[in-house]
Every structure is written in C-alpha cells, then in structure tokens.
C-alpha cells in the first residue's frame, strides 16, 4: 500500500515536470499566434504599409477610411488589446518580453491614430500620401518583374478615386495649414502618376490604352479633390495640434519614455541649449583660425560626369573598409547591397533631393536605395568644376556615414535579419534616426576625417543643434504652446536663418513636422539615449569595456525604441 503511494506521488511529480515545459510552450506558442495575427491585420488595413514592408498579400488594394471599416478596424484593436492583457504577467522569456512590449506598442499607437487623434477625419494628405505611396513602393521593390506587378499597380490607380471619395466625405475642417500642403503635394502626385503610366505604356505597349485610361481616372480624381480642397471652407479656429494628452500617449507607447511632454521640453531646451553654446563658441574658433578661402584645386580636362557617379559609389565602399579596418563595429554578410542611382523620373516630383530607400524586412529579395539629384549630360565647365571640388574634398562622405554605413541601410539592413517577425516589423524613428545622428559625431572622433577637420565639425556641431531645436518645436507645436508661424520665426532666430531661402527651408519643414507629432523629437532623443547606453556599458564593464561588442549588441535587437535597450542588455537607467 505504501509503495503504490510513493509510485502514484512520483508518477504525478514526473507528470508535473514533463507537462509543465509543454504549457509554457503551448503559452509560446499561443502568443506566437496572436502576434502573428494582430500583424496580419494591421498589414490588411495598412497595405501600402505592408508593401513597404515587404509583404505582398494587399499590393493590389489601399487603405479603407470610409467610418463602416475604421469601426471595425477599432474593434479588432480593442479585442486585440484585451487578449494581449491576459498575457501581462506571463512567465515570458526576455525576448518575448520585448515582443509583447512592442506588439502592445503597435495596438495602442493604432487605435489611438484611429480613434482619438482621428487622422482619417482631418488630415487630406493622409490619403494624398496613400495614393503616392501605394505606386512609389511597388515600383522600387524587387520582389517580383514590372510584368508581374502591372496588376497590382493598376489596381491601385483604380482605387484611387474610391480612395479620394472617402477623403471628401470624411475631412470636413481641416486646418489651413494642411490644405496648402495637400494642394502642392497633389500637384507631385498626379506628376508621378503621369511619370510612371508613361513607363509602364513605354514598357508594355499592347496594354498602352488600359494603363491610359486607368492613370487618367486616377489623375482626375487628385484633381477633383484639389479643387474641392481649394473651395473648402476653413474654421478659423481648426489647430493641428493632438494635446498634450495625446503626446504624452505617443511618448508612453511608441517611445516608452518616462517623460511627460513637460519634462521632455525641459530636456530638450537643455539639450538646446548646450548645442548653441558648443556650435557658438567652435564657430568663433573658426572664424578666428580656419577662414584660409578655398584651396585651389587642377581639374582634367576629361573629367565627366560618369567620374561622380563612380565617386559615390567608391566613397561607400571606402567608408566601408574604414570600419573595419578601424574594427568600430561589424558589418554581417547578409548585409544587402545597396545602390546609389540618380532620381529615376518618375520619382522626381516626390524625392526632390538625396534620400535613403530601406528594402522592405520581409522582401525576399533584399536591395536597398541611395537617390542622388540628377546629373545633367551636358555639364558646362563651371559646374564640371564645382562639382571636382566636391569630389576632391569627399563632399559625399557625411551622407554615407548618415545614409548608408555605419548609418541607415546598415541598421535597417541587421534589423531586416532579426529572428522575429515582431521585431522586423519595427521602424522606431528614435533608434533609426537617433543611430544616424550618433553615427556624424562617431565617425568623426573614429578619425573618418582626419586628425581635424573644423567645417566638418561645425557642420556636425550645427546638425546636433538643428535637432535640439526641431525637439523643442516639436513638443511645443503638438501641445498647443506654438502656432505655426511662431514656431517658423523662433527657428528662424535660433539658427541664425538670414535669407529668405533659409526661412523658405524652415517654413516647409514645419509644415511637414504639423502632420508627424513626435517625428522630431527622435533624432536627438535617440542619439542622446545611445549615449547613456553607452556610458552605462562602459561604467559597468570597466576595463573589460568593448566599443565594437556594444554598437553590435545595439544593432542586434533591430529597429526599437532605445528606452528597452536597458533591460535588454542588463543595465540600470541612468537618472540625468
């Protein structure tokens, strides 16, 4: 009798080892599933966000705003938000931690877009930028030939006049502000569709009519809600500011920041502050030691422009061998390549200047883009000339380190390769943009320039208080505490903005930033969050301290907010 006791107590001990792995897993397993399932939705209801993703499964559809689908898309999100609440307290490891954190992110960010901010009910360029999207990223992936994806890009211009129907009905008193935007992008807008119907027509004739007819509807109905944007009557009073409410959701759940929109202005005036002195005072130094005038510089007579296409490829290849000759940080094989190509026509009524195209995280077929201004084929001597000086003095090597290595493409490339889905779905602009803003300052004392190099550090020094100053416009423009026009004007007096360009400039980057809370804030948040990282890793590993071994650890956990790089990788948050 007492055997059979002890032998039914160690069969039931045995039960409750074996089987507990296998709830854990089966837990895994389930919180798998649903993540899957909440990306899978929100890629449905974004699917010009999915193709830039590199998911393929909506390339043919836009998104939906009309009030019947943002209802039901509100109510998924908040079942959503219910179930994932049931894995608040679950025994998860420290990586899924991250991935709850973030999916919870993704939900949260979501419904708050959909339900209180409401972007869909005031914002035209919302739906101006769906119509732009949805062409511009099917036509710069590679997942498939221009053949196989003629269906889906015709299919979006279909689309587009259902697209901008929605818009009419839904935006009733938008700010002034944004209608003036809405109307110049509009005019990009129907320039790309021009663009890109004449090179579809150009590559498959046989179907010329089709793609005529098609592009034509679509163009008609941009130029219809031009023209019902210009008759709009405008509220006075119709701000564009969320709140400070609002801005404090967004700072808690897409950056997780301790910080209130009251505390992070006070450090970011801080930050301003610091950067005006730094910036200052070298400029002084300057203007004092280095005003020696251009040094004048033999230019052949064969030099072309085919010779600056070049430059800009070998300068990335030699920024590249400088990190590793240098042994700052590793750079992965599977990094993809990436190509520096001239402004396609068709995308230059939207890209106006050098931009950085990331390939999409789930594309099979990884290429990322580098689009420099156009270089003209009958280059009179002046500009060949002017155009030597800039590669003679490596003009282009700020934008690699900022765009390419050890910047943009090669962050976004490592976290494009990160094991889960979650994480790969991710494009927080603090860690993008914070890592790109470090990277200037970085490579400098890593020696990229040289022992010194006083205009490119000016030029760093002054990018640094460029984003101090866009930080503080930020929160103030967002809770309400500047208009428009006070935010241009102050800009204008902090940075020392004398021509009527330089105030232009500023003018149209705020304008941008009243449709992208938060957007600004990134940047120097990010770089300045790195380095308190950095310093914890350093005080914490003392002598055993590796420079390399913590920019990889950083990189490796993809495209998230900094502010969880703490707990990932053991640190104690330092208090400023």
């Not at 004449?198 to 179907?207: H, Q, V």
């Not at 290429?367 to 084929?377: E, H, K, S």
């Not at 976004?412 to 943009?433: F, K, L, Y």
């Not at 416009?473 to 208009?483: I, M, R, S, Y």
Request: net charge negative.
């Amino acid at each position: 009798m007492h055997r059979r006791i002890v032998t039914s107590l160690a069969l039931a001990v045995l039960l409750l080892i074996f089987t507990q792995p296998c709830q854990a897993a089966k837990k895994k397993q389930t919180f798998e599933q649903l993540s899957h399932e909440i990306l899978e939705t929100l890629q449905s209801f974004y699917p010009v966000k999915a193709t830039e993703m590199g998911i393929h499964s909506y390339d043919h559809r836009l998104a939906d705003y009309s009030p019947r689908s943002v209802k039901s898309m509100v109510r998924k999100l908040n079942d959503y938000r219910k179930r994932l609440n049931k894995y608040r307290n679950a025994d998860f490891s420290p990586s899924q931690q991250v991935d709850y954190r973030l999916i919870t992110s993704n939900v949260e960010t979501a419904l708050q877009d959909l339900n209180e901010i409401a972007w869909h009910r005031k914002s035209p360029q919302l739906y101006i930028d769906e119509a732009t999207n949805g062409i511009y990223f099917l036509m710069v992936s590679r997942h498939a030939p221009l053949s196989e994806k003629l269906y889906s890009l015709l299919a979006r211009m279909r689309a587009v006049p259902s697209l901008l129907t929605t818009a009419t009905r839904n935006i009733k008193s938008p700010p002034k502000l944004w209608i003036d935007q809405s109307l110049e992008s509009l005019e990009s807008a129907m320039q790309l569709y021009r663009e890109v119907a004449s090179e579809l027509m150009n590559e498959f004739p046989e179907r010329a009519d089709e793609i005529l007819k098609v592009s034509t509807q679509a163009r008609e109905a941009m130029n219809d809600f031009l023209h019902h944007l210009e008759e709009m009557p405008v509220e006075p009073d119709a701000g564009f500011a969320i709140g400070s409410e609002n801005y404090n959701a967004k700072l808690r759940y897409e950056y997780f920041l301790p910080y209130d929109s009251d505390s992070l202005l006070k450090i970011g005036e801080a930050l301003l502050e610091k950067a005006q002195a730094a910036y200052m005072e070298y400029e002084g130094y300057v203007e004092t030691y280095h005003q020696n005038g251009q040094d004048s510089v033999f230019v052949p007579a064969n030099f072309t422009r085919q010779d600056i296409l070049d430059y800009y490829t070998w300068e990335v290849n030699q920024v590249s061998l400088f990190l590793k000759a240098h042994n700052i940080l590793s750079i992965p094989d599977t990094i993809a390549p990436l190509s520096i190509v001239q402004t396609p026509p068709f995308l230059r009524s939207v890209i106006p200047g050098l931009a950085y195209q990331p390939a999409g995280p789930f594309d099979s077929n990884q290429q990322g883009y580098l689009y420099v201004r156009p270089i003209p084929d009958d280059l009179d001597r002046g500009q060949l000339e002017a155009l030597y000086h800039y590669v003679h003095r490596r003009g282009f090597r700020a934008l690699v380190v900022q765009k390419a290595f050890p910047g943009n493409h090669l962050q976004m490339q490592i976290a494009a390769h990160h094991p889960s889905e979650v994480r790969r779905w991710q494009r927080n602009g603090m860690m993008i943009e914070g890592w790109s803003l470090f990277c200037d300052e970085m490579m400098y004392r890593a020696g990229l320039y040289g022992e010194e190099n006083p205009a490119m550090w000016l030029t760093i020094l002054g990018e640094i208080r460029l984003q101090a100053a866009r930080m503080v416009a930020d929160v103030k423009l967002h809770t309400g505490q500047f208009t428009y026009e006070e935010c241009v004007d102050w800009m204008g007096d902090v940075l020392g903005a004398a021509t009527k360009a330089e105030r232009q400039y500023i003018g149209k980057s705020v304008h941008r930033c009243t449709l992208a809370p938060t957007t600004w804030i990134s940047p120097l948040m990010g770089k300045h969050e790195i380095e308190r990282l950095r310093a914890a890793t350093k005080t914490r590993d003392d002598v055993d301290f590796n420079e390399a071994r913590f920019y990889d650890a950083l990189l490796a956990e993809g495209s998230i907010p900094l502010t969880l790089m703490w707990e990932i990788l053991g640190l104690q948050p330092l208090v400023d």
